[in-house]
C-alpha cells in the first residue's frame, strides 16, 4: 500500500512539476507583464505540492494502520535438560510441525541446564509465560487453541513455554507463571517438546477451521 501510494505521489509530482515548468513565472519584469497582459495568467501549482506534501506524511502513518499479511506469531519453548541431536527422533517430529507451523507461529527452542536456570531465564521475560506443571488446569484442545491465541493477540504476538526438569517447577515459579497441565502422566521434556508442537499447530489449525481437528 505504501509503495503504491509512494509511486502515484513520485509520478504525480514529476508530472505537475513539468506542467509548471512550461508554465510562466509570476515573477517578472513589468515590461513583460504589459505585453501579456492580454493574455490570462495560468494559476500556480502550488496548493496541489501541498496536498502531496501532507499525503506522503500520513502515508507511513496509513500503512501502519494496515494489517500485515503473513506476519507469523511467535512461540518460544524454554526447556530444562540437554537437547537430542538433529537425527534424532524426537527432533525430527518436533521439526516435522515446526514446518507446518512456518508462516503462521514461528517456534523456537532453547535449552537450560537447570531447572534453577530455566526459571531465572522465564524471570526475564517480558511477554506472557505458560508452565507445563500438573499443579496447573488441564483443558482440551479448542480451549488450549483460545488460549494461546488469546495471549499472542493481546500480548504482542509473543508467547514462552516453559517445559521444567524432573522434579517440577518450584513453588515461587508457580506463583509467578500461569501454569498448564498437558496430563496426569509424565513424559520425557523431549517428548513434552514434540507434544507442544503438535498442539500449537492443532490449535493454529483449530482457529483455520481446518478438517485437522475432529
Known sequence: FLVSLGSYLSISTRRWARLDKGKPSRHRHHSDMASSSSRPMSRPHGKRFVIAMVAMSVAP?????????????????????????????????????????????????????????????????????????????????????????????????????GVGPAEGFSSAARRDHECLSLSALTFPHQLVRVILAEQIYRAAEIRRGSPYHK
Open 61 to 161: 502513518t496509513i500503512f501502519l494502520m494496515q494489517p500485515v499479511a503473513g506476519l507469523a506469531y511467535r512461540i518460544d519453548i524454554h526447556v530444562a535438560g540437554r537437547p537430542t541431536g538433529p537425527t534424532a527422533w524426537e527432533s525430527r517430529a518436533f521439526e516435522e510441525y515446526r514446518d507446518r507451523l512456518r508462516g503462521t507461529v514461528e517456534l523456537e527452542t532453547t535449552y537450560h541446564k537447570t531447572g534453577a536456570a530455566l526459571e531465572k531465564a522465564l524471570a526475564k521475560v517480558s511477554h506472557p509465560v505458560i508452565v507445563c506443571d500438573p499443579a496447573g488446569p488441564a483443558c482440551d484442545s479448542v480451549s488450549l487453541s483460545r488460549l494461546l491465541f488469546a495471549k499472542l493477540d493481546a500480548e504482542g504476538s509473543r508467547l514462552t513455554l
